[in-house]
């Protein structure tokens, strides 16, 4: 059972993550033109689907993200404990939040 650690704090284009683990606070301003498309926080991890990139923050790694594909689509995205999950119409991606490590895999199926 992992308590709860984090908390996603949006300031106009600033993301802030509330690291109740640590006492901190953690920034990662969006890029000109960026824009949240979704989004989910859950107890140690924050993902967020962005019209750019896909972006985790877990509460021992800090903020990671990864450039979108032209063209790609968000399908899924979940948080849970220390990991998050993005199915869109081209990949499965998964978030370790302990490490920082984003997973990848192409999508045989795009639809």
Do not use: C
């Not at 107890?43 to 790609?72: C, M, P």
């Not at 998964?94 to 795009?110: A, C, D, P, S, Y």
């Amino acid at each position: 059972m992992v308590p709860k650690q984090v908390h996603l704090i949006i300031e106009g284009k600033r993301l802030v993550a509330s690291n109740a683990r640590f006492s901190r606070f953690d920034d990662l301003k969006l890029n000109a033109g960026e824009r949240i498309i979704d989004k989910d926080v859950d107890k140690a991890a924050i993902v967020l689907f962005t019209n750019q990139r896909v972006i985790g923050y877990g509460v021992l790694s800090g903020w990671r993200s990864l450039d979108t594909h032209a063209d790609e689509k968000l399908k899924e995205l979940a948080a849970e404990d220390f990991a998050a999950l993005v199915i869109t119409n081209k990949r499965t991606l998964n978030f370790n939040g302990q490490t920082g490590v984003w997973g990848e895999r192409r999508r045989l199926v795009t639809n």
